[in-house]
Structure formats: C-alpha cells, structure tokens
C-alpha cells in the first residue's frame, strides 16, 4: 500500500473509533444507530489497511463516512445546546463564563449576528452554513478558555476569534483560494476543529469562481474536520 494511502486511512479509522466511543456514551436510539455506522466503517477501514481499495469504492465510502460525522457533531451539537437550554432558561442574563460557559458562548454568537461586515458579498446560501458552524463552535471555544479568563473579556475573545475564522472563511469563498483560510486554522485551538484534517480537506477542494458554491464546499469541508463535542447527561 502506497504511504500516502495508508496515513489517510490510519486517519479516517482514528476518527470512525472516535465517533464509535464518543456515541456510545449517548442512550438514545438515534445515537446507538449511528454507532452501528460507525462501527461498520471502522471495518471497512481496516479490511483498507490490508487490501487497496479500489478508488471509486474508496471515494463513495469516504464521502459516505463524512456525511455520518457531520450528522453525529450536529446531533452532540443539538444535544448539548438543549441540555444547556433546560439547565439555564435565563440565558440572556449577563454570562459568568467559568459557572455558565453556554451564556458566554451564546453572547458571543449574538455579536457575530450583530456583525453583518463578516458576510462580504455572499448571499444567505451561502453565508449561512458558514456562521452556523461557528455558533456550534462558540461552547467548545468557551470551554478552552483558560481559568483567569471571566466576564465580557471572554465573550469578546471566542466572538473574535470566531469572527476570524469567519472573515477568512469568507474570503476563501471569495477568491476561490482557502490559503487564508488555512493560515488561520494553524493557529486555532483543536478543540473547536481538527486542523490537520480541516486544511487537508481544504487543500484538495476545487475551489471556483462561484463564492457561495464555494462557501458551500468550504463549510462541509469545515463540519468534517470538527471534533465531537462531548455529550451532555440528560
């Protein structure tokens, strides 16, 4: 098997275990079913590891393992954000970021609201997709603030630097090149994207002169590389 092969599929077995483990820790039937995917592919990548795959076969799976990951981070997404609805109905108060991080993380996705600078010249298709996976980003932004970092300092800190990833994301989108876009992920924490990951993804996308079909393709290419949060007790 070629090396660059074998890294790919090392890495795509690494992130269907991830997804098997962190779902197994959910009880809802939705979770245990996208377990059972999980698991499956997990199979077929290391049934890959012995025998090449064919590359049409190899393209479907991946693709098809992609859509199930995106599924799973947008279901944790959901599951988190309820629990934190139904713990803090209030979330409009002042956010206290150490004993309320999901108030910080909500005052900080309301300034990216607020900023209407960040969507350059993409229409609602395609700047939406992009702005919703940086509102799911915000908790996890939140949690890796450090312990002397409180009040409004931390929501002005996950709002910029989501408001970062946004502005780069939107011109790549723009200029059909996601070279911007992949400087700004070295330097991002990877509990809010899987950075190696990310900028492979977005290396390999062929990137046009359409900047919401762009924006399109870069935010799946964004959801992908996002690392599951982990699930909240309900």
């Not at 992130?15 to 098997?20: D, G, K, T």
């Not at 603030?145 to 989108?173: F, P």
Request: glycine share 4%; net charge negative.
């Amino acid at each position: 098997m070629p090396d660059d092969l074998d890294v790919s599929v090392s890495t795509l077995l690494r992130l269907a275990e991830e997804l098997v483990t962190r779902l197994d820790d959910d009880p809802t039937a939705e979770a245990a079913q996208m377990a059972a995917e999980a698991a499956a592919f997990a199979s077929t990548f290391r049934g890959w590891l012995r025998q090449v795959p064919v590359d049409d076969d190899s393209a479907a799976a991946t693709r098809r393992f992609f859509v199930l990951r995106r599924r799973a981070a947008e279901y944790v997404s959901e599951s988190t954000l309820d629990a934190a609805a139904e713990e803090n109905p209030t979330l409009s108060e002042p956010p206290q970021p150490r004993d309320a991080p999901e108030r910080t993380a909500r005052a900080a996705i309301e300034q990216l609201e607020k900023d209407e600078s960040l969507r350059g010249s993409l229409t609602e298709v395609g700047y939406a997709p992009i702005v919703e996976w940086a509102s799911d980003r915000a908790l996890a932004a939140v949690l890796n603030l450090g312990a002397e970092v409180d009040g409004w300092d931390g929501v002005m800190m996950v709002a910029s630097l989501l408001s970062r990833l946004i502005r780069a994301t939107v011109r790549a989108a723009e200029a059909g090149d996601a070279a911007e876009l992949v400087v700004a992920l070295e330097g991002c924490p990877r509990p809010i994207i899987d950075r190696d990951l990310a900028i492979t993804a977005l290396c390999r996308l062929p990137l046009h002169g359409n900047a919401d079909a762009n924006a399109l393709a870069i935010g799946g290419a964004l959801r992908a590389a996002t690392p599951l949060d982990p699930l909240v007790a309900r």
